[in-house]
């Protein structure tokens, strides 16, 4: 059966993990949901792994509708959410009005993601939840902020765990059905995920978050660089090369 954003909730109160994964095209999308999946992001991190950008910066809202709408075809029961990109939702609640009624208005889409707990932002979010749009939110490290805050474990310092705190309790006082944490200590993971009646999904932030994400390419191997919270559970990169290697030496040897 179709996973819902109800049943999130329900598996957070019944302390069951889940289970969640980036996916960027149909082929992929078909797998993660066919291995049993809960949840599925269309993530702006595809403009690294999948269009070759180096930061997430550069794509559009188009690009991630197209490949939302890919995604979208090969699943069936995982619950699909596609982030909205840089500059799609910042400048203002009426811009992430559009953006996100194009994201739902186009693909197969059942939720939202947006990066940022400032107020301007829990505001947009709180907009976007009265108009009936289901929004994840995301804090810790914001990779829409690479420039100024790098890819770097945030919240270690108190103040900047306290101001963590206060941006995840106003995100779901704004309404959010589930706050992904990236990169931050596991103590403050921890002491989140007890604190917020909605489900947490961790990257990088420890185990006791109520679900884990990770980017597809780096738990298949398919990536240049691997973070070092992401577990690598297979070499499909060296798998593949090898493949193509015997292919090639094959057609030249017309066998």
């Known amino acids: 059966m179709p996973v819902t954003i109800a049943q999130l909730q329900k ?3 019944q302390q069951k993990p889940i289970a969640a994964l980036t996916a960027s095209d149909y082929a992929i999308a078909k797998l993660l949901d066919k291995a049993g ?7 702006d991190s595809l403009a690294m792994v999948a269009l070759g950008y180096k930061n997430t910066l550069p794509i559009t ?3 991630m509708i197209r490949h939302a709408q890919a995604v979208g075809r090969g699943v069936e029961n995982a619950l699909l959410i596609v982030d909205l990109p840089f500059l799609s939702y910042q ?3 009426e811009e992430a009005m559009r953006s996100a009624g194009r994201v739902f208005k186009e693909t197969d889409a059942k939720g939202i993601k947006l990066e940022g707990g400032y107020p301007e932002m829990v505001e947009t979010v709180r907009r976007l939840v009265q108009a009936g749009m289901p929004v ?3 804090v810790g490290l914001t990779p829409q902020s690479v420039h100024r805050i790098g890819y770097r474990v945030q919240g270690v310092t108190t103040d ?4 963590i705190v206060e941006q995840s309790k106003a995100l779901v006082e704004a309404g959010i059905f589930a706050l992904l944490l990236e990169n931050i200590p596991a103590e403050l993971a921890t002491k989140i995920t ?3 009646p909605v489900p947490t999904i961790g990257i990088g932030a420890g185990q006791a978050c ?3 994400i990770l980017v597809t390419h780096d738990v298949l191997g398919l990536s240049d660089w691997q973070p070092p919270f992401a577990r690598k559970y297979a070499d499909l990169q060296g798998t593949i090369t090898e493949a193509i290697k015997q292919y090639c030496q094959d057609v030249r040897t017309k066998s």
Do not use: C, R, T, Y
């Not at 999946?37 to 993530?43: K, Y």
């Not at 900047?160 to 101001?163: G, V």
């Open 194 to 196: 007890e604190l917020i």
């Open 160 to 163: 900047a765990a306290n101001e």
């Open 61 to 63: 809202l188009d690009d």
């Open 136 to 138: 994840m939110g995301h």
């Open 11 to 13: 598996w957070k109160q």
């Open 91 to 93: 400048v203002s609640a």
């Open 37 to 43: 999946v809960d949840m599925i992001l269309v993530g």
């Open 210 to 212: 109520d679900g884990q």
